[in-house]
């Protein structure tokens, strides 16, 4: 008898091949349990005093705000004053069990990253490595795509974060088609649909639609999405290239998929003189140098901005609520080799075990550096303008579009990158309001429309969960201060440049944690691991 076997993919392609069961196939660390040192809180009532706030709607700043925080919810945000003139002590809030003076810091909403894998044996990060970094930057809140650390593993690692076991983010774990039971691949609509019930009894939150198979027949995909809808289970794909002759995106939605990561499938969507890409007469998808350099290509095959075509798919995307969380950081090595190899971050942060995974290879996903070129890079440089142009005018019209980071591969580091995310929607055309917004209320939306319920998170309001973020510059003038590594500015006084910002203090569900700790601790895992590696 031939042994069932699945690809199991990253969200960016092929990593390895495994026996299609529930057992981890890659070994990853879980995170330690969180130790009585590491975060203050919750308190039964936590005060944080005259910080200015960027509430994750879209609203404009308003300070100096208190905010009142019982136990892990926010219960009051009151305005106590006015820029510039002393805050009367008779209008505040009643002192708590603890206090945080925010005077001169922003206080956002806690970051939610759409597309957050939970490192691998491949990469030698462990969890606790991943959390630390996503917090460290804000994250309080992930949703795994694919969980291939194991369902259990991954649905273990959710309950201790609920729990508050472990430091790490909120996780919400979706599941690739057939990934994790014992009937293998989904060939019909039946085992689709038996599928959607047997992972809704095991806990997951939704799938994510990846690789190739029978998944991308329109009678299955129509029952896989069917019963995910139905059953209150969210969905979003990676259309590959091996499955998106079959299935592009606009197919895929109107059958009921939710949102969708990268571009893959969206181009193809907007076809008009071709039904297949373009692709080079010697093109093989497991050649990464051809995966990735054609994908640069891609986006000039589509209808062109402001054409009937490109209209017409926007328009029912929008109408059908789609949602596009882009990655847009995970590429940008391939439009700037050298920036994403160099940058600040990678010295100090990076575990030499991830960076030995990014070097070039032709087995490793994602290191296609072999041979890659200045004439690559333009071609990637037009890809993004179009791209962009794209989830702007999405935005534009009232599509939703969220922040993900899909890091761990192509030199893209945790946290850090995340951060690169915002900065560059900035550069497609979103305001800093709006870039903020796609990071908090949007993503918070896209996690809980499905289950019916109600923002429980991603909104400064009283009734949601403690999850914020403290900054002590800010962020609406320059992104950068929201690294961990901060912004880099000449002080006028010494002559000398220095770095300022970073965040403060991450909270999640009244936890208070101190980033520059949680960096300090990363910081130390290199060191160790550096030192073991000579």
């Known amino acids: 008898m031939i042994a069932v076997v699945v690809v199991l993919v990253t969200t960016a392609g092929p990593l390895v091949r495994a026996q299609n069961s529930g057992v981890p196939r890659r070994g990853v660390e879980p995170a330690p349990d969180r130790r009585p040192d590491e975060g203050e809180g919750p308190f039964a009532r936590m005060v944080i005093r005259g910080g200015t706030v960027i509430d994750g709607t879209g609203a404009p700043p308003i300070g100096p705000v208190d905010i009142v925080i019982e136990r892990n919810r926010i219960t009051e945000v009151r305005s106590v004053g006015f820029p510039g003139v002393a805050i009367r002590e008779t209008v505040r809030p009643a002192i708590g069990e603890k206090e945080i003076d925010a005077s001169g810091m922003y206080i956002l909403p806690g970051f939610v990253d759409c597309h957050a894998h939970i490192g691998g044996t491949a990469q030698g990060t462990p969890a606790e490595y991943v959390y630390k970094l996503w917090l460290a930057h804000g994250i309080t809140t992930i949703r795994e795509p694919g969980s291939f650390n194991g369902v259990d593993w991954t649905l273990r690692e959710r309950e201790r974060s609920a729990r508050n076991e472990i430091v790490a983010p909120r996780i919400f774990a979706y599941l690739g088609p057939g990934l994790g039971w014992e009937k293998g691949p989904l060939r019909s609509p039946e085992l689709a649909r038996q599928f959607v019930m047997w992972a809704k009894q095991r806990g997951v939150d939704g799938f994510k639609i990846i690789g190739d198979g029978p998944i991308y027949d329109p009678e299955i995909m129509r029952a896989f999405l069917d019963a995910a809808n139905a059953n209150g289970l969210g969905s979003t794909t990676h259309l590959a290239q ?123 996903h994602g290191s296609y550096w072999f041979n890659w070129t200045t004439a690559d890079e333009i071609d990637w440089k037009r890809n993004y303008q179009l791209w962009m142009a794209f989830i702007n005018e999405y935005k534009n019209r009232g599509g939703r579009v969220t922040t993900g980071s899909d890091s761990g591969f192509i030199y893209k580091l945790y946290g850090f990158d995340y951060i690169r995310e915002l900065e560059l929607l900035q550069e497609a055309g979103f305001h800093p309001l709006e870039v903020i917004r796609s990071a908090t209320m949007h993503g918070a939306q896209l996690l809980h429309e499905v289950k019916g319920r109600p923002l429980e998170f991603g909104t400064v309001r ?73």
């Not at 071709?274 to 209808?303: C, M, V």
């Open 242 to 364: 091996l499955g998106v002759a079959r299935m592009n995106i606009l197919s895929a939605a109107r059958l009921g998929l939710r949102s969708m990561e990268h571009w893959y499938g969206l181009p193809e969507s907007l076809f008009t003189d071709r039904t297949i890409q373009d692709y080079r007469p010697d093109y093989n998808y497991n050649d990464e140098s051809h995966r990735f350099g054609e994908a640069g290509r891609l986006w000039k095959q589509a209808a062109p901005p402001g054409s009937k075509k490109w209209n017409e798919v926007m328009d029912e995307l929008i109408h059908l609520n789609f949602t596009i969380d882009p990655t847009l950081t995970i590429y940008e090595a391939s439009r700037d080799l050298m920036r994403a190899m160099n940058a600040d971050w990678h010295q100090r942060y990076t575990l030499p075990s991830l960076w030995r995974f990014y070097q070039p290879s032709r087995e490793a």
């Open 462 to 534: 009283p009734g949601m969960l403690a999850d914020l973020v403290l900054v002590s510059e800010n962020p609406l003038a320059n992104l950068k201060v929201l690294y961990g590594t901060g912004a880099l500015r000449l002080n006028d006084q010494t002559n000398q440049p220095e770095r300022v910002g970073g965040i403060r203090y991450t909270i999640k569900d009244g936890i208070i944690y101190d980033a520059r700790r949680l960096l300090a601790d990363v910081e130390k895992m290199v060191e160790r691991a550096k030192k073991e590696a000579r």
